[in-house]
């Protein structure tokens, strides 16, 4: 009797077991129902937030569409500053957006005329890189009375609804870092003063006046350098070209030329490795600039070989200054939240991290 009643508590033991253990069992799937779901639940919340995205940008390009920029530009002879404002035209197209590029060859009286006519045409925005940004203080805020929003690149105007800007000082000083570091490498045994360098200088605008005095700290920077020569108003390929014909003659020992832009060094880089050059040896010449452009990417690429001396360049802004310059464009116009002050970033682009930016 006892056996029996033994027995039917262990079959009854085991029977609650068994229920536990299936109860166990069906309790353990349910997180992984849950795991099943919540990828499926999180490609779902991606999708809907990818459409709400391209909802968001077509609405923008939609309300976009018709309107007006005015650029107005210092001097689009130069290489980069034309590179820059027709990128920005590009850009500004695909929202239908137009944009009228005014060049002020120089001139601070042509474009204080052309911020006045851009306002009097009831442009949108206009964006101005001044010639003379106090020379035009007057004249945006007259088109901002009448209407335009106006952004600012560059040069401190006083008055704007956004600025860009760029240390300009540290622009030059950062260039004459890397020219120092070059004679460095290049000479290292040379004596104090006995390396000859060249400036190329522009100082037609207080902003570049600073870029020029950055430059001129290399000698501050490197004491086996001397300024021998020094030319002003060079700021393009052929009238660096003119001006190292009449360097090298005076002073042909001259290893390095800091040049105030690109468009000049790339007028000394084919001067330098042209047929019949007076620079007999391109692996002790070098020149150093700012701004970037691709011309200037692809010499600077080349000088690894010595069959460029463009050796290196100072680039302002993002790895994307015409976006960045557009997406700026494009807050100021849809009346979005946007920083009203935004300083350029500077990176030292050599024949080290060259390949980063082709």
């Known amino acids: 009797m006892k056996k029996k009643i033994l027995a039917a508590l262990l079959t009854t033991t085991l029977a609650v077991t068994a229920l536990a253990g299936c109860g166990q069992s069906a309790t353990a799937e349910v997180p992984a129902a849950e795991t099943t779901q919540a990828p499926a639940q999180e490609e779902a919340q991606a999708a809907a937030e990818e459409t709400a995205a391209d909802a968001a940008a077509e609405s923008g390009a939609v309300a976009l569409a018709g309107m007006t920029i005015g650029y107005c530009m210092p001097d689009t002879s130069e290489s980069f500053l034309s590179w820059l404002s027709n990128s920005v035209k590009d850009l500004a197209a695909a929202d239908g957006v137009t944009v009228d590029i005014a060049d002020a060859a ?99 605008t207080p902003e570049a006046n600073s870029r020029c005095d950055g430059m001129n700290t290399i000698t501050d920077i490197c004491d086996k350098v001397t300024i021998v020569q020094t030319v002003g108003s ?26 105030y832009n690109s468009g000049g060094a790339m007028g000394v880089n084919e001067f330098a490795t042209r047929a019949g050059s007076p620079v007999k040896d391109a692996s002790q010449f070098a020149v150093f600039a700012s701004d970037l452009d691709e011309a200037s990417i692809a010499a ?59």
């Open 106 to 204: 120089g001139s601070a009286t042509t474009q204080i005329s052309q911020i006045e006519n851009f306002a009097a045409s009831g442009t949108d925005l206009i964006i101005v890189m001044a010639v003379e940004p106090t020379g035009v203080t007057d004249a945006i805020e007259r088109a901002q009375a009448a209407g335009s929003m106006v952004m600012v690149a560059g040069g401190d105007t006083g008055a704007y609804d956004a600025i860009m800007f760029t240390d300009q000082y540290e622009d030059g000083t950062m260039m004459a870092e890397m020219g120092a570091a070059w004679v460095e490498a290049t000479f290292p045994d040379a004596e104090p003063g006995s390396i000859e360098i060249a400036l190329l200088e522009d100082r037609s």
């Open 234 to 259: 060079i700021k393009t390929n052929d009238a660096a070209q003119a001006a190292m014909e009449n360097i090298m003659q005076t002073n042909p020992e001259i290893k390095l030329v800091l040049s």
């Open 300 to 358: 600077i690429a080349q000088s690894g070989d010595n069959s460029s001396v463009f050796r290196g360049l100072i680039k302002f802004g993002s790895d994307d200054l015409p976006g960045d310059t557009y997406n700026l464009a494009k807050k100021i116009l849809l009346n979005e939240t946007y920083e009203v002050e935004n300083p350029d970033p500077l990176t030292k682009i050599t024949i080290d991290n060259v390949a980063d930016y082709q």
